[in-house]
Nanobody
C-alpha cells in the first residue's frame, strides 16, 4: 500500500512558478512509476507528466512541454512537478499518482494509487 500526499499548490500570477511535491509512504516507492494529472472545473482529469521508477525517462503532455519538469528523489520518497511560465489555463486541482510499473504510464486507469490533490490557481 502506498499513500500519496501532495503539497505546494496555491495562487500565482500568470508567468509565475510553483513547485508541487508529492510525498509517498511505504518502502517500495522506487518501484513505482509516478505521474501528475490535473482536473479543471467541469473538465475531465487529464495527464500532465510521468516519470519512470529511476527518473531515467519522462513524458509530458503537449500543453505543458517546455514549461513543466517532473523529477523524483527516491531517497526522500518524493516526486516533484516544477511549473514555470504558468498560464490561467493551468488552473486545476493537481493529483500525483503511482503505478507499480517500471515503464512510463500515461493513462489514468494504469495508476494504482492517488493523492488527494492540491489546488493551483493562476490569475491573469
Amino acid at each position: 500500500q502506498v499513500q500519496l500526499v501532495e503539497s505546494g499548490g496555491g495562487l500565482v500570477q500568470a508567468g509565475g512558478s510553483l513547485r508541487l511535491s508529492c510525498a509517498a509512504s511505504g518502502r517500495t516507492f522506487s518501484s513505482y512509476a509516478m505521474g501528475w494529472f490535473r482536473q479543471a472545473p467541469g473538465k475531465e482529469r487529464e495527464f500532465v507528466a510521468a516519470i519512470t521508477w529511476n527518473g531515467g525517462n519522462t513524458y509530458y503532455a503537449d500543453s505543458v512541454k517546455g514549461r513543466f519538469t517532473i523529477s523524483r528523489d527516491n531517497a526522500k520518497n518524493t516526486v516533484y512537478l516544477q511549473m514555470n511560465s504558468l498560464k490561467p489555463e493551468d488552473t486545476a486541482v493537481y493529483y500525483c499518482a503511482g503505478a507499480l510499473s517500471f515503464k512510463l504510464r500515461v493513462a489514468s486507469g494504469e495508476y494504482d494509487y492517488w493523492g488527494q490533490g492540491t489546488q493551483v490557481t493562476v490569475s491573469s
